[in-house]
């Protein structure tokens, strides 16, 4: 079957890093994307991996690691503005993305 | 703006009525995807279009159909609802098949009372 898993619930403080994780386990692999989603809005992209390693684009990065079926999405700085769900995707090969339910991240003053 | 327009933004309708939503995508996106979204839920992908033609589906119930017209705007028809069908759906649309991300339409906010 196809599986991805991420944290439900983080808390960070303004400021802080903080890393979400997320494993999958997919019947094929050609790409994970990670997207960011404020309550009742829509989901805007942030990052994608298809090769093992780190992608950085300023607060955020994304690192892969196809052999392990991980990853995990780095913000630094931590900002109130960056409370939000946090979701992996994983393109297994055909057209669709499956997502995982998101990671809800807090961040408190 | 993303450049993926969705209408209505809300809709509230009883159980076992039909409601269509509508999607434009991005200009030049030849791909609209759409998806299911349920509170405290992950998305749930329900079918994808490209180019006029279907091309994946997922777990899309019988009760819903979709197409997408010439002129690549798609239509999601949900029939006989249920207070289960309550949920958020979004469209998206991308410039190539499994291409470099999706652009997510604002969403549609259905509630079936």
């Known amino acids: ?109 | 703006d993303s450049g993926v327009t969705q209408t209505p933004k809300h809709l509230i309708t009883a159980t076992g009525q039909r409601v269509t939503l509508r999607c434009s995508p991005r200009s030049g996106d030849l791909s609209v995807y759409w998806y299911q979204q349920s509170l405290d839920q992950g998305l749930q992908f329900l079918i994808q279009y490209y180019n006029g033609e279907e091309r994946a589906k997922g777990n899309i119930l019988e009760r819903f159909s979709a197409q997408q017209f010439p002129d690549l705007h798609s239509e999601l028809n949900l029939s006989s609802l249920e207070l289960g069908d309550s949920a958020l759906y979004f469209c998206a649309s991308s410039g190539q098949t499994g291409g470099y991300g999706y652009t997510f339409g604002s969403g549609t906010r259905l509630t079936v009372v």
């Open chain 1, 1 to 109: 079957g196809q599986n991805i898993d991420q944290p439900t619930e983080m808390t960070a403080t303004e400021g802080a890093i903080v890393q979400i994780n997320c494993t999958y386990q997919t019947s094929g692999f050609n790409g994970l994307f990670w997207y960011q989603q404020h309550a009742g809005e829509a989901p805007t992209f942030l990052s994608y991996n298809v090769l093992d390693g780190l992608e950085e684009k300023g607060r955020f990065s994304s690192f892969l690691s196809r052999s392990k079926g991980y990853s995990y999405l780095l913000l630094k700085e931590l900002q109130m503005k960056d409370s939000a769900s946090y979701l992996c995707a994983v393109t297994p090969g055909t057209y669709k993305y499956i997502f995982g339910t998101g990671t809800r991240l807090k961040v408190l003053a």
